[in-house]
């Protein structure tokens, strides 16, 4: 057919199966009612728009992360990725990983060579390489971020 | 070389079928693609002539206008007045006293908006805008009813993106002040009826301003048939530099309007107790202005007109046709604005993908579009939208670059489905 196409190795590198699948159904995308932290993130130059629910328990252990909202694919991959991820992890635990996510996203950090415990968020490597996308993929980490520190609301740009 | 000093007064020397020639950005690859470029409402290219306008300015006789006695000053001064009286014919003002060089459309709106906006709209006073303003054509606008009190209306736009002129006459009363409006929608490509428009507003006695930054590029504007009072557009929306940009206004409003900034070039004499203002148009240009990027724009005036609009608006109608009728044609695309009077402006969406990722695949495979909400959030709120994908195409642009963005937007389908 006319219209089978190669894609390109940047595109398949970006758009990896495992991020195809995250979007199309997403983990944990509900409201978690009742909740010890919640934040909404907003990116408004995109539109893309997240809520993040937490609950911790008296060890400062993650016992439920959910989140519902709306963007494109890069933004809402990573927020189901990250809630699979984080659901049982301290805070500290947390708190290291985001910024390593965030390092990487930045290309501050080789998932490859410099020492990590990113795992299967090594995907979102890819958007180091378009400045345009890195904030599609820290603006859930950094909502959660704002969640945990007690903040209800942020906007990055 | 297809325009040179001696030869610009010519009219229709250069073939719209070659002058993508012209264009040196289009011998680049991008991400190893040839160069798709479908963004041209957002910012044009720039042809050699112009570029050339750009560095004689800056290599033979770089010096300040207005001032200097000396021979290079002299002739920055005819070049910049020259590139003036070319912009005066191309949207047929009366008189080079009508066109106040700006830096561009916003700053030519915040003009009127500080001027004579401040001067003569009050408390409780009315402001006419439409739903499908770009953010330069309401801010400015919003701001001012917030200091003074005043009311912003808006004109309804429909599901096709076409005003409602019967709620536009309706809106009036005995308050309005100003009517500010788009021309062409840089989001759904409609070109608004501001003939028409005008003449309402006039029955009121309400002045009307246009926001032209989206139309001096695909067509002929004439402000003294749109009978307008104030008429803003930009250079690098018309093949020209970015920073420049002129601001029309009627003589006698620029008259009765107060200057908004001050500085060098705009005063006739200067005393500590007393200031007399320049004349026109100099009233409204304080301070060195953008001379080689007026001189550019001017340049790239006199390219548009050696090509001819009736040439580029014939050119341009077959690509919007071309891209409506190959867009269409893909399964879970849905065209936003089909006004029946558009620019070469298509907006869609395609199911199941986000336009930052369309955007996003696009771009791998060379193709340039913008994504977003195209500084228009109101609209896209009136039509329930986040964001759209827009190609817009210019008079240099290929049939050739429309297939190699929809091939791109095959590929995107066969990654999200």
């Known amino acids: 057919m006319w219209h089978m196409h190669i894609v390109n190795d940047k595109t398949s590198q970006l758009y990896q199966q495992v991020m195809l699948d995250h979007n199309k159904t997403p983990r944990n995308y509900r409201v978690l009612d009742p909740a010890d932290h919640e934040a909404l993130g907003h990116n408004p130059l995109c539109g893309d728009k997240y809520k993040i629910f937490v609950n911790i328990d008296e060890h400062d252990v993650v016992t439920d992360v959910t989140f519902i909202g709306d963007g494109c694919a890069i933004s809402k991959a990573s927020a189901s990725m990250m ?32 020492p990590n415990d990113l795992g299967r968020l090594k995907i979102f490597a890819g958007v180091r390489n378009l400045p345009a996308r890195v904030k599609c993929a820290t603006l859930p980490w950094h909502t959660l971020h704002a969640a945990l520190q007690g903040k209800e609301k942020i906007s990055t740009e | 070389m297809s325009v040179n000093t001696s030869s610009v007064k010519e009219k229709s020397r250069i073939r719209i079928e070659t002058c993508r020639d012209d264009f040196p950005v289009f011998r680049r690859e991008v991400h190893g693609k040839p160069l798709a470029f479908l963004d041209n409402a957002a910012s044009s290219q720039m042809p ?37 009286e070319t912009l005066r014919a191309l949207i047929n003002a009366r008189s080079k006293k009508e066109i106040i060089f700006t830096s561009g459309t916003t700053d030519a709106i915040n003009l009127v908006m500080q001027s004579y906006g401040r001067t003569y709209i009050g408390k409780g006073d009315e402001i006419i805008i439409s739903t499908m303003e770009h953010h330069s054509n309401i801010v400015p606008w919003r701001m001012l009813c917030d200091e003074k009190k005043a009311v912003l209306k808006i004109i309804p736009v429909s599901d096709d993106g076409v005003l409602d002129l019967d709620a536009y006459a309706s809106l009036f009363s005995e308050r309005t002040r100003f009517v500010s409006i788009v021309h062409v929608s ?14 309402i507003a006039h029955r009121y006695g309400v002045p009307v301003l246009v926001d032209g930054a989206q139309a001096v ?130 907006s869609f969406v395609l199911d199941g993908i986000h336009p930052h990722d369309i955007g996003t695949i696009l771009d791998l495979e060379g193709v340039a579009v913008r994504t977003g909400h195209h500084c228009t959030q109101p609209l896209m709120e009136r039509l329930g939208l986040v964001a759209t994908t827009r190609a817009s195409m210019a008079m240099y642009s290929r049939k050739e670059e429309i297939d190699q963005l929809i091939d791109a937007l095959h590929k995107a389908i066969d990654i999200f489905r």
Request: aromatic share 8%.
């Open chain 2, 186 to 199: 840089n989001t759904l490509g409609t070109i608004n009826p501001v003939k028409k428009m005008t003449e």
């Open chain 2, 217 to 346: 590029s695909h067509m002929e504007v004439n402000v003294q048939e749109i009978g307008c009072d104030f008429f803003a557009t930009s250079g690098h929306k018309m093949y020209g530099p970015t920073g420049i940009g002129i601001l029309y206004g009627r003589e006698e409003l620029l008259l009765k309007m107060p200057p908004w900034r001050g500085g060098g070039d705009m005063i006739l004499s200067v005393s500590f107790d007393e200031v007399l203002f320049n004349d026109l148009p100099y009233k409204f240009e304080a301070g060195t202005p953008n001379i080689s990027g007026a001189i550019g724009m001017g340049k790239a005036a006199e390219y548009i007109t050696a090509i001819g609009y009736d040439t580029i608006y014939r050119k341009e109608q077959e690509l919007l046709a071309y891209a409506t009728d190959r867009l269409s044609g893909i399964d879970g695309v849905r065209i936003i604005g089909t006004a029946p009077e558009k620019s070469s402006v298509v």
């Open chain 2, 48 to 84: 050699y002539p112009v570029m050339r306008s750009y560095t004689d300015y800056h290599s033979r006789y770089h010096s300040n206008v207005h001032r200097g006695v000396h021979l290079l000053s002299q002739e920055a001064t005819d070049a910049m007045e020259a590139s003036r």
């Open chain 1, 83 to 114: 809630t699979s991820i984080i659901k049982g992890k301290h805070v500290d635990e947390i708190d290291k990983l985001f910024h390593q996510f965030h390092d990487m996203a930045q290309g501050k950090l080789d998932p490859d060579t410099d």
